[in-house]
């Protein structure tokens, strides 16, 4: 197989055109002014990637809510995409009780998208792209990339963390801190001067900020 290149953190997600079950898409076209969580499963009509799909559509009105569209793909034909999307929206499992599978799923038997972004693994499989998910911001800036083995599936409140981190970083010009989840103290950014370093760490737990030293200061989130 060519030399796969995988599209890195900070560069501009490949652009493409494809077929999906919600008909033809223009990417990032179609997409302006939204975050895009673009995930790619192995084969249709696999247990992992059935139990997954079902959560997606299960957060799918979430992500939504949050200026975020997901677009789905394999190397599956369309007629597999529908055929199985249908057997999908039959089935219950937990919480999920038959929901629609709204977002689109590109059919890319020509691997053409995969190999844009770098979804399929040779020494992985020949014939199926990996557990990938590429989360791109509203200018179509790629900000996270996770990689997942066909064996395991994918953790989706990571998935949502990552994204409210990301938007909260773009909102507040903040970072956030290992294991952070929403509503925990936020890091403010790194000082520039001594002065703004003296400056934080004379900032008290009164006006919400705490700093363990002057290149590490906490604050409460808004």
């Keep these: 197989m060519d030399d796969i290149r995988i599209p890195l953190i900070g560069e501009k997600a490949p652009a493409f055109k494809a077929m999906t079950t919600k008909g033809k898409i223009k990417f990032p076209e179609d997409f302006s002014g939204k975050w895009v969580i673009l ?23 979430e992500f939504k809510k949050m200026n975020t569209e997901l677009i789905g793909l394999s190397i599956d034909s369309l007629s597999s995409h529908i055929a199985w999307l ?27 998208v995969s190999k844009l972004y770098g979804m399929i693994h040779p020494s992985a499989a020949n014939t199926q792209t990996v557990r990938a998910v590429f989360i791109i911001d509203p200018t179509g800036v790629i900000r996270t990339i996770l990689f ?8 989706f409140d990571e998935i949502k963390r990552t994204l ?30 001594k002065e703004e370093a003296d400056k934080l760490m004379e900032m008290g737990e009164s006006e919400g900020y705490h700093s363990l030293d002057w290149y590490l200061t906490f604050k409460k989130e808004k």
Aim: some cysteine.
């Design 39 to 61: 995930f790619s499963h192995p084969a249709d009509f696999t247990p992992v990637c059935t139990t997954e799909f079902m959560r997606f559509a299960i957060m799918d009105e």
């Design 148 to 155: 997942y083995p066909a064996s395991t599936g994918r953790n």
């Design 164 to 193: 409210i981190s990301l938007q909260k970083v773009d909102e507040m010009n903040i970072a956030t801190p290992s294991n952070w989840v929403p509503g925990d103290d936020v890091i403010v950014h790194l000082p520039e001067s």
């Design 86 to 112: 249908r057997s999908i929206e039959k089935m219950t499992w937990g919480d999920y009780t038959g929901q629609k599978v709204n977002f689109p799923v590109i059919a890319d038997i020509s691997m053409k």
